[in-house]
């Protein structure tokens, strides 16, 4: 079974400031993590992913992840904040045992980028 | 843009009615999945289908149900509505080369349910 967690329905961030979601996985067998974000009235867009390579991960629009083994974690990073930053971000886990890849999400923090 | 499209964008039905979603996969991504987002709540894998067959089911009962294409096109079907089945349908394609383990989702289809 695998299982998201992500710490903070709704986060308030500062434009301009750091921006930290945070995400703790549980999976019995490696992982592959992602990252999507969600605007209003919208899909999902993945933004990075996690699939055994480098555990940093950099993705689009200068967000990064770090995969942490240890700490069953791939909290997602950005260094300034803008306003369109708002939005949704949902973490998610599959792994390649899976069979259909399906995932797993959590249930998503809310970005706030006040100005 | 994912290349991945759905439709309608929004739907209204009455609780007891049958629904069809529609999909259309990225080109070339052979396999296609569909989610369940109830408001407030990230999304739920109701099943996945390659080659036209359901190869995956998440905790859905049989009221879901789905077909598959040939041309990448696919339906979601739902029967027997009820109030709780409001939600975004998602539907995200991957292909099997390469990045396998990524999946590409559509802006999805919103259900009410009344």
């Known amino acids: 079974a695998q299982s998201v967690t992500q710490l903070g329905s709704h986060v308030s961030v500062s434009e301009g400031a750091l921006v930290l979601l945070r995400c703790n996985y549980s999976?019995?067998?490696?992982?592959?993590l992602f990252w999507y974000v969600q605007y209003p009235n919208q899909g999902l867009q993945l933004l990075l992913k996690?699939?055994?390579?480098?555990?940093l991960v950099k993705g689009i629009n200068d967000f990064e992840a770090e995969f942490k083994k240890s700490e069953t974690s791939f909290h997602l990073t950005k260094p300034s904040a803008h306003m369109s930053d708002a939005a949704e971000y949902f973490c998610?886990?599959?792994?390649?045992?899976?069979?259909?890849?399906?995932?797993?999400f959590g249930k998503g923090t809310k970005l706030s980028v006040i100005p | 843009e994912t290349g991945v499209t759905q439709s309608p964008t929004h739907l209204i039905k009455t609780r007891g009615q049958q629904v069809t979603l529609r999909c259309s996969s990225q080109?070339?991504?052979?396999?296609v999945s569909w989610y369940q987002q109830a408001l407030g709540q990230g999304p739920q894998f109701i099943f996945q289908?390659?080659?036209?067959?359901?190869?995956g089911r998440g905790n859905f009962p049989p009221r879901f149900s789905g077909l598959q294409f040939p041309n990448y096109s696919s339906e979601l079907n739902v029967n027997a509505l009820e109030l709780d089945d409001s939600a975004l349908y998602l539907c995200?394609?991957?292909?099997?080369?390469?990045?396998?383990?990524?999946?590409?989702f559509g802006p999805g289809t919103r259900l009410l349910v009344l």
């Open positions: 995200a394609s991957r292909s099997r080369q390469g990045e396998t383990e990524t999946q590409y």
């Open positions: 999976s019995s067998v490696p992982p592959y």
């Open positions: 996690y699939t055994s390579a480098a555990t």
């Open positions: 289908y390659y080659r036209e067959e359901e190869n």
């Open positions: 998610a886990v599959t792994h390649s045992g899976a069979g259909s890849y399906q995932l797993t």
């Open positions: 080109s070339g991504h052979n396999t």
